[in-house]
């Protein structure tokens, strides 16, 4: 029954017989005849072929279940044995939006390989709604992100960012607010953070260009939900897939955007922008990481989440 499982859910993945057959190898017509030899021994079919793109029927989808339920088990026995081995060999898969991977996971993982060299290390990176998608499938272990559902998912809290609002000189010049605006070296001194450090009115800019992050990441939401507090909306917007590009545009001269303060820091130092803090509650957010509720554990991960915490409170002690 189990015997072409991985055929078939390579087709499943793919959605197409053609890219399938690729992927594992074997011509079109051959993983055809077995999936029909298949379908011809369960007395049912697995996929609906009139469908663009293809998709399974009913008995398809418990069977893909069945599959998973299958690479699950064989998933925790298999971490089973190599805790037994004291950490000497294992894997652990991790996943970050793309902003997170590109300046925190780093120094992560160079911490990681010098304690357990051993241990191999997968990166998978997406936008945080695909990536809480994959973490809740178990297709993924660990996941940094901003926010779980604590019905879902067990997380532990890392470190805290402060979104501010980043402005081209050119346009804080124009709308003669330059003067009540923060210089990335200001930004590295937490001066963002001094409660007597007047936030910034964004009504102001109301008629601006806001760079906006597509759907499905967290500055989104909070870039739109400060917006609608200060009764703004936005009417020339572009949106754009990731963070750096965001930054990178208001660097240009593009447009207004939402940054977090640990980008700043980070990245290449913004010469042409002025940044302005931001009083909402949406401008404050904790980066966590987390993994999938009442899920096997495994050596390998608990070493991970630990390293993980020990790095980040490193990195927010040199800030404070």
């Not at 959605?15 to 051959?30: D, E, G, M, V, Y």
């Not at 923060?182 to 009115?201: G, R």
Request: with cysteine; charged share 25%.
């Amino acid at each position: 029954m189990f015997k072409y499982a991985d055929y078939i859910y390579e087709i499943y993945k793919e959605k197409s017989f053609t890219a399938a057959a690729k992927n594992l190898f074997i011509s079109q017509p051959a993983l055809s005849a077995t999936v029909k030899k298949l379908e011809s021994e369960l007395g049912v079919k697995l996929f609906d072929r009139q469908a663009n793109p293809l998709r399974l029927t009913d008995a398809g989808e418990a069977y893909i279940k069945a599959v998973e339920d299958i690479h699950k088990i064989k998933y925790n026995f298999e971490n089973y044995v190599l805790d037994t081995n004291d950490l000497r060999r294992g894997h652990v898969t991790v996943s970050a939006a793309n902003f997170i991977s590109s300046f925190v996971l780093p120094k992560i993982i160079i911490e990681f390989i010098k304690e357990y060299p051993d241990i191999q290390i997968e990166l998978v990176e997406s936008n945080s709604t695909s990536l809480q998608e994959l973490l809740l499938g178990e297709k993924i272990e660990l996941l940094l992100d901003y926010d779980f559902d604590e019905k879902l998912y067990t997380s532990y809290p890392l470190l805290e960012e402060h979104i501010l609002l980043a402005v081209p000189k050119a346009l804080a010049r124009e709308k003669n607010i330059i003067r009540d605006g923060l210089s990335t070296e200001d930004i590295l001194w937490n001066k963002h953070l001094d409660p007597q450090f007047p936030a910034f009115n964004l009504s102001v800019l109301a008629d601006a260009r806001f760079l906006l992050m597509k759907l499905g990441n967290d500055m989104r939401f909070r870039g739109k939900g400060i917006c609608q507090a200060y009764g703004i909306q936005p009417q020339n917007v572009l949106y754009l897939d990731q963070m750096m590009t965001t930054y990178n545009m208001s660097r240009s001269g593009m447009g207004v955007a939402f940054v977090p303060d640990m980008l700043v820091r980070f990245a290449p130092a913004g010469e042409d922008l002025v940044f302005f803090k931001l009083d909402n509650p949406l401008a404050t957010r904790e980066l966590y990481i987390g993994h999938k509720k009442h899920r096997y554990v495994s050596n390998a991960m608990g070493v991970f989440v630990k390293t993980t915490q020990e790095v980040c409170k490193v990195l927010a002690s040199q800030h404070e």
